[in-house]
């Protein structure tokens, strides 16, 4: 008896030559229900096809019978087993360890009750892997769909070194899609779902030359971030020069951006530098930087903790300027400013006349913002007197005298007041006011976001088998 040994790969393979085989034809057929004495692993069937023949051709009765059926033997066998030894080529298109060819049927057809109907395994290439040639149809390379609740196509990466579990790559023209989901139901439903872990990992994660993450909606929001415990969508520009913005807000008609807040402030901004923790433009004229209103009465339209800088001019319109100053008894009262038809300044002091005149300096640092060459003296005196006037004026000083040629000796004091100089301030000048923003409306509430509780619990994975 002799035997031969064929290698195929990572498969080796004894053959019987004789005892119980025949071997006619190029077909090698064990005879009887056991393998010859001295014999373990020993196939049924052996059978070597000549030129571009098949090896093993089975055609299948007209009552929907098979072609060709294998049972395994255990648990751990295999019913058909196909080996290519040569199909190394990054689109296999020759040779295949099974191949099926369909014409309007599925070329391979899996079915399984409890485990998995289609099962691939490489263990240097791809496990699975499908081609549609036809373009013209919209036609998928691998096409799965589910009847149930679970996923019509499933990717688990068991490696630890891995990181992609399923991975869509397109080599078409700009716009092309790498991944596309798209929910056909008759409701609400989600495209894509990702799921990062309860504590930790990322959901979706998007990279890209361009926009990493793109949403698009027709009726609700483009894109929505919602957390449990944390920030909902954060937006970040990372390089030291990057001059652009975290996030950008842009709208047709509506805010362009709108924060809301049940129970603490809707916006807020902050500065790591010497910058505005938030900063507003006009981008026309009578519109508004920054303008906020009152949605319920007795609000504030805005509120301020600390320093206030106005570079521009400041308008009050149908209200007072006020002072809120503490009182004695708890309350805080109002003080109103004092109100004029030009831009005056005013200064006030002390002064004392000696033998009924006095010479009195300006506060050189006074004198430097207003003009000098003309202003008003209010002397008052401090004692019996027979009145005092102003004798002379100049842009360092004035000159104070008793009426009626007195020569009295006493203290004065004396207000000044004198035109800005750094402003025109036309008296009574005419404004024109801005017309007032549309009525502050809080926009509608977006959609509730998906019950990812539910999502998680129909996208459970399916049961895993270890293959040999």
């Not at 058909?80 to 296999?92: E, H, Q, Y």
């Not at 096409?143 to 891995?162: L, T």
């Not at 509506?254 to 807040?261: A, N, P, R």
Request: glycine content about 20%.
């Amino acid at each position: 008896m002799t035997t031969e040994n064929i290698a195929l790969g990572s498969l080796q393979t004894t053959v019987q030559a004789n005892a119980g085989f025949s071997t006619a034809g190029g077909l090698a057929v064990l005879a009887g229900n056991a393998a010859p004495a001295g014999s373990t692993n020993v196939d049924g069937v052996r059978s070597f096809g000549a030129g571009a023949f098949s090896g093993v051709a089975g055609f299948g009765g007209p009552n929907d019978g098979n072609g060709i059926f294998g049972l395994a033997g255990s648990s751990a066998g295999n019913g058909v087993l196909g080996f290519a030894p040569g199909a190394t080529d990054a689109r296999p298109n020759t040779a295949a360890g099974v191949k099926g060819v369909g014409g309007n049927e599925p070329g391979v057809r899996g079915h399984s009750t409890d485990g998995v109907g289609v099962f691939g395994r490489s263990v240097n290439f791809h496990g699975v892997y499908g081609e549609a040639v036809d373009s013209s149809n919209g036609s998928a390379g691998v096409f799965g769909e589910a009847f149930g609740n679970g996923p019509a196509v499933w990717g688990r990466s068991r490696s630890s070194a891995s990181l992609v579990g399923v991975h869509g790559q397109c080599d078409g023209p700009a716009g092309s899609t790498g991944v596309f989901g798209t929910h056909a139901g008759p409701s609400a439903g989600i495209g894509v779902f990702g799921f990062g872990g309860l504590d930790s990992g990322t959901g979706v994660l998007g990279e890209a030359g361009q926009v990493g993450v793109f949403g698009r909606a027709g009726v609700g929001p483009g894109v929505e971030g919602d957390s449990r415990d944390n920030t909902g969508v954060i937006g970040r520009a990372t390089a030291a020069g990057n001059p652009n913005p975290g996030v950008v807000g842009s709208a047709t008609n509506g805010y362009g951006v709108f924060g809301f807040s049940q129970n603490s402030n809707g916006i807020a901004g902050q500065s790591g530098a010497a910058a505005a923790g938030c900063v507003g433009f006009a981008g026309a004229a009578g519109g508004y930087g920054i303008y906020g209103g009152i949605a319920a009465q007795g609000g504030y339209a805005g509120g301020f903790v600390g320093p206030v800088l106005v570079v521009g001019d400041f308008t009050v319109s149908g209200g007072a300027k006020n002072a809120a100053v503490p009182h004695p008894d708890g309350s805080h009262r109002l003080l109103y400013c004092q109100e004029s038809p030009e831009p005056w300044f005013e200064d006030f002091g002390r002064a004392s006349l000696v033998g009924g005149k006095a010479q009195v300096k300006l506060d050189p640092d006074f004198a430097a913002v207003v003009k000098a060459d003309d202003y008003h003296v209010f002397p008052v005196p401090e004692g019996d007197s027979s009145g005092l006037y102003v004798s002379s004026r100049s842009p360092t000083g004035f000159e104070v005298r008793e009426q009626k040629g007195g020569a009295s000796s006493l203290t004065f004091s004396y207000r000044v007041v004198a035109r800005r100089k750094d402003i025109p301030g036309p008296r009574l000048e005419k404004v024109k006011l801005p017309n007032p923003i549309k009525e502050l409306v809080k926009p509608p509430d977006p959609p509730k976001p998906p019950d990812v509780e539910k999502l998680r619990e129909r996208l459970k994975p399916p049961a895993t088998r270890t293959e040999n």
